[in-house]
């Protein structure tokens, strides 16, 4: 298929090229999103269409348009007096000069010359842009309009932190999922998964209503589910492996200082925070605080570390939402982080589970005091893999869902998360990050992001803080708000050689399941088929 | 290929035009019609572009004569001399000749030789010719009595019945006319009004 729309007539490296409709080819079947090649004299460019406009040869027609109801006038003026446009945005050469022969597609450094013909990019093109599915590659969609596949390169993808993004209902959930599903299938990396809503792990429904399977389902032997709530989940038949209890003694206070608007804290709060913890320990110092007594001592040890009352009264209010977490115990009887590195050590995908509390305050605690241990084990692990040139630990991805919370420029520096978004692969940490509110995040963070999966976003903010630092910014906004609000996306970044819109891979059908499932791994073979049923 | 109908015999010629008589009064081919001579080696291509009847003598005018006739031909009946004393003439405007066999759509080294025969062209040259719309151009650019447009339709329309499809011609030319005359819409909506089926 080399479906001829028509030929360049100018354009500009920076701006994209425009091309002139051939009278052939209707404007009405051009779509925004759409590959299209240009055969240029010495090059084959390949480009996505990023926008569609309508000319007029002459001004005069417009304002004394012709009879078009008359089928003959029509048919001769289109395409010569009036004739669609399109503006297309060369991203690769994929053929004619010897680099990209022998090295695949490359980034474009020039423009094709005047008048070079315009196709739609056939299946082939397409194969060789986003290459086929392999040991690294997952495919995770369709471009529009095509059956080719699109593959993402995951060793590629979590190298570096990824943000999935989309307005809530557009399908962000379903996209991590088939992500995550991807790095399990392919093996390229461990992933720890804070499951706000107990969706990745074990089935849950989807907006139709119909009953979807998770990750522990499809992959029962590389995944472990770590629950929060052992209730909600008995209820909701999930295997738990383990039962996540946290002592006070974890808790230290740059985690309250990242909890200070969530709980509700003044600046002065968080500053006695840091005294009280230099009064009674890191490690004590919550029990302490919430085992004072009104009184004559309590009122003395005030003074003494000048804080003030009405301050005083914030923090313990603040302190108090903990007690009504039953998962904070005064002192845990297992070591959860421990737990999860031994998990992740053998290869095994944690997912935790937050059951009934999904408060934000539990969810930042949590990931935030996890994290930043499993952060420091690995960073050391790390460290001392270089040193002795040992094996370095698995490349470790972390889920985390409303990110902005975590990541927004005012706690951004504070939280670990903020600080493996910055360092990227160093340590063989990287995050993958669920939000629908990016305006929200910091703009370093959302700028080291390696590659960025978007639903429709639009909110003019969200979106310009998604496609911040893109190259032809303008062009994909018009591309991303034109989305449909359902299983559509827009890729770009590292993991893609070019922005691609992908209607995204069907999941929830036990054919998907079984084509997510590599052979070798149905060994369970009748079990899985009946949970196919 | 068909006998080709002789129509004519040029009595006067130009680079850019020809002039021939007809050789039977009010034989005249019809407008925007194509024509050809075919002085060798070069056969010249023309469109018919305006016709007359007149007197053979220039300052003799004719006189009305049917007064106690019933029917116009009772006219030319009673006087037969009418017909040897009145001659009808068309002009063609040259869009293109012939050299080695080859189709040139651009005007001749040489124009025609008096007395040329001029033949009306069969359909299969008449398609032949209308492969290019380069002729359009000519049409389009010449100073004539006949208004352009009703020229270029006529001629548009009468090529047209040589092909199977003549919607699919005239589309294909209107297209041609559109970018010729994207300056001048009017005469390109004068034109396209005509020409539609």
Redesign the interface.
């Known amino acids: 298929m080399s479906e001829r729309l028509g030929i360049v007539v100018s354009g500009s490296l920076n701006k994209g090229v425009e091309v002139k409709l051939d ?1 052939s080819a209707p404007i009405e079947d051009m779509a925004v999103g759409r590959f299209v090649t240009i055969e240029g004299q010495k090059r084959r460019f390949f480009g996505m269409i990023t926008d569609v406009s309508l000319g007029v ?2 001004q ?2 417009t304002l ?1 348009p ?1 009879d078009v109801s ?1 089928p ?2 029509a ?3 289109a ?3 009036t004739f669609g446009t399109l503006h297309v945005s060369p991203s690769l050469v994929i053929g004619g000069d010897v680099a990209s022969l022998l090295e695949g597609p490359q980034p474009v450094k020039t423009v094709p010359s005047h008048f070079s013909v315009v196709n739609l990019a056939s299946q082939r093109d397409v194969e060789l842009v986003f290459g086929t599915e392999d040991e690294k590659r997952f495919f995770i969609g369709t471009p529009l309009d095509m059956e080719t596949k699109v593959c993402l390169d995951l060793e590629e993808l979590v190298k570096r932190s990824n943000g999935v993004f989309g307005k809530s209902g557009t399908g962000k959930t379903f996209l991590a999922r088939l992500l995550l599903i991807g790095m399990l299938q392919k093996g390229t990396a461990v992933n720890l998964v804070f499951d706000m809503h107990s969706e990745y792990g074990w089935e849950s429904r989807d907006e139709r209503g119909r009953k979807v399977k998770a990750l522990k389902q499809l992959f029962p032997s590389k995944v472990a589910v770590f629950t929060l709530d052992e209730e909600s989940s008995r209820r909701r038949r999930v295997s738990t492996d383990f039962v996540v209890r946290l002592g006070y003694d974890e808790i230290e206070p740059e985690d309250i200082a990242l909890l200070r608007q969530t709980l509700n804290l003044t600046e002065a709060s968080v500053q006695a925070v840091y005294q009280l913890a230099r009064e009674f320990g890191d490690k004590r110092w919550i029990e302490a605080t919430l085992g004072l007594e009104e009184g004559e001592e309590t009122r003395q040890l005030l003074t003494k570390l000048n804080i003030h009352d009405s301050t005083y009264h914030n923090l313990r209010r603040g302190l108090e939402t903990f007690r009504r977490l039953p998962f904070l115990v005064p002192s845990a009887p297992d070591n959860t982080v421990k737990r999860i590195l031994e998990y992740l050590d053998r290869g095994t995908n944690v997912i935790l589970e937050f059951g009934r509390y999904t408060d934000i305050a539990a969810y930042i605690l949590v990931a935030n005091l996890l994290t930043r241990r499993i952060h420091a084990q690995y960073r050391e692990a790390m460290e001392k893999a270089i040193g002795e040139d040992t094996i370095p630990p698995r490349q470790l991805v972390i889920t985390i869902e409303e990110a902005h919370r975590f990541l927004n420029p005012e706690v951004s520096s504070q939280t670990i998360f903020g600080t493996i978004a910055r360092e990227m692969r160093k340590y063989n940490v990287t995050l993958l990050v669920i939000d629908q509110r990016p305006s929200g995040i910091d703009g370093e963070v959302m700028s080291q992001m390696g590659t960025k999966i978007t639903c429709l976003l639009d909110n003019e903010r969200d979106v310009d803080s998604v496609l911040a630092g893109v190259i032809n910014k303008s062009e994909f906004k018009s591309v991303l708000s034109k989305l449909e609000s359902k299983q559509q996306a827009l890729i770009f970044g590292h993991a893609v050689p070019v922005p691609v819109v992908v209607r995204t891979r069907e999941y929830g059908s036990a054919e998907s399941y079984r084509d997510f499932i590599p052979r070798d791994e149905t060994e369970a073979g009748k079990d899985i088929e009946e949970l196919w049923e | 290929m068909a006998e080709m109908q002789r129509v004519g015999e040029v009595i006067e010629a130009s680079t850019t035009d020809f002039v021939a008589q007809c050789y039977e009064l009010y034989q005249i081919p019809p407008l925007g019609s194509l024509v050809k001579t075919k002085d060798l080696p070069v056969e010249l291509y023309g469109i018919v572009c305006n016709a007359a009847t007149t007197s053979l003598e220039p300052g003799r005018r004719p006189i009305a004569r049917g007064k106690d006739e019933t029917t116009e031909e009772e006219i030319y009946r009673s006087s037969p001399q009418l017909l040897k004393l009145l001659r009808s003439e068309f002009g063609a405007l040259v869009v293109g000749h012939k050299k080695d066999a080859k189709l040139y759509h651009y005007l001749p080294p040489q124009p025609a030789r008096i007395h040329s025969f001029v033949y009306l062209c069969p359909p299969e040259e008449v398609k032949e010719f209308g492969q290019s719309f380069d002729f359009l151009n000519l049409l389009i650019n010449t100073h004539l009595p006949v208004p352009t447009e009703e020229l270029v339709a006529a001629s548009l329309r009468q090529m047209s019945q040589a092909y199977e499809d003549p ?1 699919a011609f ?2 294909a030319a ?2 041609e ?3 010729l005359l ?2 001048n ?1 009017n005469q ?2 004068a034109i ?1 009004g005509r020409i ?2």
Do not use: N, Q, W, Y
């Open positions: 009278s040869i002459d005069k027609l004394t012709p008359d003959f006038i048919e001769v003026l395409g010569t007096s | 919607r005239l589309v209107g297209k006319l559109a970018i994207s300056g819409l390109l909506k396209l539609k089926l």
